[in-house]
């Protein structure tokens, strides 16, 4: 079998070493620092989801794949080879104070590195957000059966897999493109032995990972962390995010300063920072359509409609859109935002709020620029900064010891990402890729986002 490994990190230290170089760095600084958190992952081991308390101080590295398909996506696994890539790159230069690697036993050493489970004072994670759509891209092969059994618009985290099944004409149609038969029978297998869906998504996302981490040469089970509603769900009241979204609901003001950091004007008022879930399970953030009242400076209510909405287009057939199908229409007083139970109010907060509470100093985003929303990133980094200026929710330093520090953010380049080499499509499944060599042969390129400082 070819060397796909040392492949990889040849080309990956040509191209993305300033990026290696300012993670180390940044790491080297904070390493000084000993802080101290208590974080929690999972791994998928044997098919069985499995806690792993983290003893130690690291410097966290966040990657993510989606709970949105079940097959892994040509651009999941470059996301995730990318953060190992970084992490054990970056972790060599810390060990040997070394900033230029480009020596042929600077290549075989992390080749060894990478073999082995992610260790050192650096350490990779995958944040899943498990508020998302099931078939958010279109390219679940469970569409049917998602939208029969009621749940197209459910958030992922309330899924549950008794009525699923694979949907024969997606596959008939998106055979080679989206899935392979191979994944759709591995899918099939999965959904017998899960209830939960986010269960099931990993349990077949891990096992493929483990086939391809003897293809590459690279330990590709990360640990993972499932956010923001399953950290709810275990939260109490007055825990971190319960905290997040109490405060930023307390007033006008509050709320204003949140609009400011995703840059909307106060107008309208129809952006929900946490989007309530309908009794009739719906939870899909573009189903839903909101409003906030106000009373003086106090939040009087939100109005909530759910309708029917399309969601995102894959990259094969742009007409063929799935939809969160809803309908539904309530008020929620305001006083149950300012004083947040979810277990009395389940609701789905924005990104730029829950990505406060994840242990990262720093991300590996999928495309900034052509494939992922720079808007996005930009209201993240604006959250931080004004978080750290105690403008957002203060009491963060004082109450959880969160520093809200703005981690670095690093980038798959666009032009580098990997995809179908038919179809050209980044949302084609791992399975659908005949040779492997066809991804390797693009490289692995990483940029560090100075410009969003």
């Given at each position: 079998m070819p060397d796909y490994c040392y492949s990889i990190v040849k080309d990956f230290l040509a191209k993305s070493m300033p990026a290696v170089k300012v993670l180390a760095e940044s790491a080297h600084s904070r390493r000084k620092e000993k802080v101290s958190r208590k974080v929690t992952l999972f791994q998928f081991v044997d098919g069985k989801k499995t806690s792993l308390p983290i003893g130690e101080d690291h410097f966290y590295l966040r990657g993510s794949v989606e709970y949105t398909n079940p097959q892994l996506t040509a651009e999941e696994i470059q996301g995730i080879i990318g953060?190992?890539?970084?992490?054990?790159?970056?972790?060599?230069?810390?060990?040997?104070?070394?900033y230029s690697l480009t020596e042929e036993d600077d290549y075989r050493h992390i080749c060894e590195e990478l073999k082995k489970p992610p260790q050192g004072y650096i350490l990779p994670f995958l944040l899943n957000t498990d508020d998302v759509e099931a078939d958010r891209y279109s390219i679940n092969p469970l569409r049917r059966s998602l939208i029969d059994s009621g749940q197209s618009a459910f958030p992922a985290a309330n899924i549950k897999t008794e009525q699923l099944c694979v949907d024969k004409a997606f596959v008939e149609k998106y055979e080679g493109a989206l899935i392979s038969k191979e994944e759709v029978e591995l899918i099939a297998e999965e959904l017998l032995r899960n209830d939960s869906y986010m269960d099931f998504v990993d349990a077949v996302k891990f096992r493929q990972l483990e086939e391809l981490s003897k293809i590459f040469g690279i330990n590709l089970s990360l640990y993972a962390l499932r956010m923001p509603l399953s950290t709810l769900q275990a939260e109490r009241k007055g825990d971190i995010i319960h905290y997040i979204i109490s405060e930023v609901h307390q007033s006008y003001q509050s709320i204003e300063q949140a609009y400011n950091c995703m840059g909307r004007s106060m107008t309208k008022r129809t952006t929900l920072l946490t989007v309530p879930h309908s009794k009739k399970g719906y939870g899909s953030k573009r189903a839903a359509h909101g409003k906030l009242h106000f009373n003086d400076s106090n939040l009087l209510n939100v109005t909530v409609k759910y309708k029917t909405t399309s969601l995102y287009p894959n990259g094969i057939d742009p007409k063929d859109v799935s939809a969160a199908q809803s309908d539904d229409d309530f008020t929620v007083e305001g006083e149950k935002f300012a004083d947040y139970s979810y277990a009395e109010t389940p609701s789905s907060p924005q990104f730029f709020l829950y990505a406060?509470?994840?242990?990262?100093?720093?991300?590996?985003?999928?495309?900034?620029?052509a494939f992922a929303a720079s808007r996005l990133l930009q209201t993240y980094l604006s959250a931080h900064k004004a978080c750290n200026k105690g403008l957002l929710i203060p009491g963060l330093l004082e109450k959880?010891?969160?520093?809200?520090?703005?981690?670095?953010?690093f980038n798959l380049v666009p032009d580098g990402m990997w995809r179908n080499p038919i179809r050209q499509n980044i949302d084609a499944s791992v399975g659908t890729i005949n040779n492997i060599n066809d991804l390797i042969s693009r490289g692995m390129w990483l940029e560090y986002l100075s410009e969003y400082k």
């Amino acid at each position: 079998m070819p060397d796909y490994c040392y492949s990889i990190v040849k080309d990956f230290l040509a191209k993305s070493m300033p990026a290696v170089k300012v993670l180390a760095e940044s790491a080297h600084s904070r390493r000084k620092e000993k802080v101290s958190r208590k974080v929690t992952l999972f791994q998928f081991v044997d098919g069985k989801k499995t806690s792993l308390p983290i003893g130690e101080d690291h410097f966290y590295l966040r990657g993510s794949v989606e709970y949105t398909n079940p097959q892994l996506t040509a651009e999941e696994i470059q996301g995730i080879i990318g953060i190992r890539l970084l992490q054990t790159c970056a972790n060599y230069c810390l060990e040997t104070e070394r900033y230029s690697l480009t020596e042929e036993d600077d290549y075989r050493h992390i080749c060894e590195e990478l073999k082995k489970p992610p260790q050192g004072y650096i350490l990779p994670f995958l944040l899943n957000t498990d508020d998302v759509e099931a078939d958010r891209y279109s390219i679940n092969p469970l569409r049917r059966s998602l939208i029969d059994s009621g749940q197209s618009a459910f958030p992922a985290a309330n899924i549950k897999t008794e009525q699923l099944c694979v949907d024969k004409a997606f596959v008939e149609k998106y055979e080679g493109a989206l899935i392979s038969k191979e994944e759709v029978e591995l899918i099939a297998e999965e959904l017998l032995r899960n209830d939960s869906y986010m269960d099931f998504v990993d349990a077949v996302k891990f096992r493929q990972l483990e086939e391809l981490s003897k293809i590459f040469g690279i330990n590709l089970s990360l640990y993972a962390l499932r956010m923001p509603l399953s950290t709810l769900q275990a939260e109490r009241k007055g825990d971190i995010i319960h905290y997040i979204i109490s405060e930023v609901h307390q007033s006008y003001q509050s709320i204003e300063q949140a609009y400011n950091c995703m840059g909307r004007s106060m107008t309208k008022r129809t952006t929900l920072l946490t989007v309530p879930h309908s009794k009739k399970g719906y939870g899909s953030k573009r189903a839903a359509h909101g409003k906030l009242h106000f009373n003086d400076s106090n939040l009087l209510n939100v109005t909530v409609k759910y309708k029917t909405t399309s969601l995102y287009p894959n990259g094969i057939d742009p007409k063929d859109v799935s939809a969160a199908q809803s309908d539904d229409d309530f008020t929620v007083e305001g006083e149950k935002f300012a004083d947040y139970s979810y277990a009395e109010t389940p609701s789905s907060p924005q990104f730029f709020l829950y990505a406060l509470a994840s242990p990262e100093d720093s991300a590996l985003w999928h495309g900034v620029g052509a494939f992922a929303a720079s808007r996005l990133l930009q209201t993240y980094l604006s959250a931080h900064k004004a978080c750290n200026k105690g403008l957002l929710i203060p009491g963060l330093l004082e109450k959880f010891g969160l520093h809200c520090k703005i981690p670095l953010q690093f980038n798959l380049v666009p032009d580098g990402m990997w995809r179908n080499p038919i179809r050209q499509n980044i949302d084609a499944s791992v399975g659908t890729i005949n040779n492997i060599n066809d991804l390797i042969s693009r490289g692995m390129w990483l940029e560090y986002l100075s410009e969003y400082k």
